[in-house]
């Protein structure tokens, strides 16, 4: 079974700084999907950025960019220019190829320090 | 377009009793499934349908039953709640079938239902 680890349960970060979150994935599958979830205080959970496993370069959503590693079972979300809004729960999570199930990691609380 | 629809928002119940925790999509979405939010535990699959008539089990289904009768409801079954089952749930969808579908089709997911079992 696939497993997902997040190994930062809190971080902070000064606004307008860049922060990165880690993740980790365990599978044995050589095609899946990866995503990082922002959950705000409201609960939503809102898609921020998705990579394909075939895809070598890294996906990128504005301010938001991943550093995808394959071999190393890998995938770090970076936030440029923190701000405010970008105060919530970060989940990263998995899917296989085919598949609707997401595995999800247990979440970063990530803090913006005005 | 309302998304994924859940009700209630908050609920609290005794142990022992029983309710339903209703989910709606108006996306025509063959997938939908149910997660548990716990601190620390991320979100947790309880269980899934891949069409009207088709249920199958997540990580974390004892407690808990599912049925599908229509390609737009998916409610949830708590027959005997227990203080363990005290969390956040959220209902999700999505389209289903294939390697397109898989990547152009990520869940929608509900506003979530708190639960609290005293």
């Known amino acids: 079974a696939q497993t997902v680890t997040q190994s930062q349960p809190e971080m902070s970060v000064q606004e307008a700084e860049t922060v990165t979150l880690s993740c980790t ?20 959970m809102i898609l921020v950025i998705r ?6 370069q890294n996906a990128t959503e504005n301010r938001f960019s991943v550093n995808f590693q ?24 998995y899917r296989s190829a085919g598949a609707q199930k997401l595995v999800f990691g247990q979440g970063t609380r990530l803090t913006i320090n005005p | 377009n309302a998304g994924v629809t859940q009700t209630p928002k908050f609920q609290v ?5 029983s309710m339903t925790l209703q989910c709606a999509q108006d996306m025509n979405h063959e997938y939908m499934s149910w997660y548990r939010q716990d601190p620390g535990m991320g979100l947790r699959l309880i269980h899934y349908s891949v069409g009207a008539g088709i249920t199958d089990q997540g ?33 999700a969808s999505s389209y289903s079938g294939g390697r397109t ?18």
């Open chain 1, 25 to 44: 994935y365990d599978t044995s599958e050589s095609d899946y999907y990866l995503f990082w979830y922002k959950q705000p205080p409201s609960r939503q």
């Open chain 1, 51 to 56: 990579q394909e496993a075939y895809k070598q």
């Open chain 1, 70 to 93: 394959k071999a190393a079972k890998s995938f770090s979300l970076k936030i440029s220019d923190s701000q405010l809004g970008d105060a919530a729960m970060y989940f990263c999570a």
């Open chain 2, 13 to 17: 119940l005794k142990t022992g009793q």
């Open chain 2, 59 to 91: 990580e974390v289904p004892n407690g808990y039953n599912v049925s599908r009768s229509t390609t737009e409801d998916f409610p949830l079954r708590l027959l005997s709640a227990a203080p363990s089952q005290t969390s956040v749930y959220f209902c």
């Open chain 2, 101 to 118: 579908s898989s990547y152009n089709s990520p869940l929608h997911f509900g506003n979530g239902t708190r639960l609290t079992v005293t």
